[in-house]
């Protein structure tokens, strides 16, 4: 495949939603240069849901790609055991082989909605971790120092709180440094909260006596909270395999603030349509209805247009209209009354009592639109009474 090297293209690739490239005029004339690169993404299986945080770095890599460069997608299923501790103020849970397999499972399919992954190299860095010996890891360990993984802002705030750091912690940006030893990667793509661990596959690299990687990183992407990065385990998050109204709904729960950063990193809007949706926030339009738009548009890339209509309308019936869902899904009790909280419990509509009661206690659950106000008293239930827990799950009562 021939390497297009359109200037325009180039621009976009280095600047739209980048934090910073390392060496930036040295991808830049190896892009212009014709040469096909290497280009290295990695994402490790600690949780099954591929989310609209990770498309940031996907769809950069969809760009290299669509330039005629050779993408490799790697799956970290040696690493996820480990846990990446960038970010983290606390030390991952060790994940087990049958975890990391089940969360694997939808990886690639939810991958391919943005990357051509029949046209990609997918890799598993389990494939080489798992053949070399102790002497390899030896190796490996003299590649980076100790002085250099402990000044790291995450470690530097744990041993300051006299938290501990474990050994595996401390190796894992080897780890993802030795992926782009094997990979030979000539350009590697992460968030800039990856920085630390992009900048060590240069090092790395360099201990190899290999030619160092370009770094790319992109900037992070707040989740529906507006606040913290979009996490599975922190709960902002919009799932890539998530159904079209709930896909929706998310992203009109977004805050207006960051209606604009979503549509530049999350859509593929031009700078003129995105200056358009500035000019009419600033000239006083309802945010609500260019949200609209955002998530018309997240939902049609991965559903589809009809899906992103159908969403619109189900939201605006739901949400603003107050009337039930087209389709409430319905859930059996065999005993009554029966504890709101139990209910709650069984219909999946929480994951733990405590954040059932909290969510009672905030005023967050109606029974046929009467507000819940004591999770303590049992409930007579009626065939056909629709429970509402939170602005988005319903569930209707059959006896």
Same mark, same amino acid.
């Given at each position: 495949?021939?390497?297009?090297?359109?200037?325009?293209?180039?621009?976009?690739?280095?600047? /739209?939603?980048? @934090?910073?490239?390392?060496?930036?005029?040295?991808?830049?004339?190896?892009?212009? $240069?014709?040469?096909? *690169?290497?280009?290295?993404?990695?994402?490790?299986?600690?949780?099954?849901?591929?989310?609209?945080?990770?498309?940031?770095?996907?769809?950069?890599?969809?760009?290299?790609?669509?330039?005629?460069?050779?993408?490799? *997608?790697?799956?970290?299923?040696?690493?996820?055991?480990?846990?990446?501790?960038?970010?983290?103020?606390?030390?991952?849970?060790?994940?087990?082989?049958?975890?990391?397999?089940?969360?694997?499972?939808?990886?690639?399919?939810?991958?391919?909605?943005?990357?051509?992954?029949?046209?990609?190299?997918?890799? #598993?860095?389990?494939?080489?971790?798992?053949?070399?010996?102790?002497?390899?890891?030896?190796?490996?360990?003299?590649?980076?120092?100790?002085?250099?993984?402990?000044?790291?802002?995450?470690?530097?705030?744990? *041993?300051?709180?006299?938290?501990?750091?474990?050994?595996?912690?401390? *190796?894992?940006?080897?780890?993802?440094? #030795?992926?782009?030893?094997?990979?030979?990667?000539?350009?590697?793509? %992460?968030?800039?909260?990856?920085?630390?661990?992009?900048?060590?596959?240069? /090092?790395? &690299?360099?201990?190899?006596?290999?030619?160092?990687?370009?770094?790319?990183?992109?900037?992070?992407?707040?989740?529906?909270?507006?606040?913290?990065?979009?996490?599975?385990?922190?709960?902002?998050?919009?799932?890539?395999? @998530?159904?079209?109204?709930?896909?929706?709904?998310?992203?009109?729960?977004?805050?207006?603030?960051? =209606?604009?950063? #979503?549509?530049?990193?999350?859509?593929?809007?031009?700078?003129?349509?995105?200056? !358009?949706?500035?000019?009419?926030?600033?000239?006083?339009?309802?945010?609500?209805?260019?949200? =609209?738009?955002?998530?018309?548009?997240?939902?049609?890339?991965?559903?589809?247009?009809?899906?992103?209509?159908?969403? !619109? &309308? @189900?939201?605006?019936?739901?949400? $603003?209209?107050?009337?039930?869902? $087209?389709?409430?899904?319905?859930?059996?009790?065999?005993?009554?009354?029966? $504890?709101? =909280?139990?209910?709650?419990?069984?219909?999946?509509?929480?994951?733990?009592? %405590?954040?059932?009661? /909290?969510?009672?206690? &905030?005023?967050?659950?109606?029974?046929?639109?009467? +507000? +819940?106000?004591?999770?303590?008293?049992?409930?007579?239930?009626?065939?056909?009474?629709?429970?509402?827990?939170?602005? /988005?799950?319903?569930?209707?009562?059959?006896?």
């Amino acid at each position: 495949m021939k390497v297009n090297t359109d200037a325009a293209k180039i621009k976009e690739i280095l600047e /739209r939603g980048v @934090e910073d490239v390392i060496v930036k005029e040295h991808l830049e004339a190896a892009l212009t $240069s014709g040469t096909q *690169l290497r280009v290295k993404f990695g994402i490790d299986p600690t949780a099954p849901d591929v989310h609209v945080g990770h498309t940031v770095p996907l769809r950069k890599l969809r760009a290299f790609q669509e330039l005629g460069h050779h993408v490799v *997608l790697l799956i970290g299923d040696f690493t996820a055991k480990i846990g990446d501790p960038s970010g983290r103020n606390e030390a991952r849970k060790p994940l087990t082989d049958a975890d990391v397999k089940k969360n694997m499972e939808g990886y690639l399919a939810q991958a391919g909605k943005i990357v051509d992954v029949k046209e990609a190299e997918i890799v #598993y860095n389990s494939t080489w971790f798992e053949r070399e010996n102790i002497a390899k890891m030896l190796e490996l360990a003299s590649a980076g120092s100790m002085q250099q993984v402990l000044r790291r802002a995450e470690f530097k705030k744990r *041993l300051d709180e006299g938290s501990d750091i474990t050994t595996l912690e401390v *190796l894992y940006p080897l780890f993802q440094g #030795y992926d782009s030893v094997v990979i030979q990667a000539d350009v590697e793509i %992460g968030g800039t909260d990856q920085l630390f661990n992009l900048l060590m596959g240069r /090092r790395v &690299q360099r201990h190899y006596e290999m030619p160092e990687q370009d770094v790319l990183t992109t900037q992070l992407l707040e989740g529906t909270d507006g606040a913290k990065k979009m996490s599975k385990s922190v709960g902002n998050y919009i799932g890539l395999s @998530e159904e079209s109204n709930a896909m929706f709904s998310k992203v009109m729960s977004v805050p207006d603030a960051l =209606i604009l950063k #979503y549509f530049w990193l999350c859509t593929d809007v031009t700078q003129d349509e995105l200056d !358009a949706h500035e000019k009419r926030m600033s000239e006083g339009a309802n945010p609500k209805d260019i949200k =609209i738009e955002l998530g018309k548009k997240i939902v049609a890339l991965y559903h589809s247009r009809t899906a992103a209509d159908d969403a !619109a &309308q @189900e939201f605006e019936k739901v949400f $603003s209209k107050k009337e039930l869902p $087209s389709e409430v899904a319905e859930y059996r009790i065999s005993a009554n009354p029966f $504890s709101i =909280i139990d209910v709650m419990l069984a219909a999946g509509l929480a994951d733990s009592r %405590g954040e059932a009661k /909290r969510l009672v206690e &905030q005023g967050g659950v109606t029974v046929n639109d009467a +507000v +819940v106000r004591d999770w303590t008293e049992p409930v007579a239930w009626n065939d056909g009474d629709v429970l509402k827990a939170g602005k /988005r799950n319903f569930i209707r009562i059959k006896l």
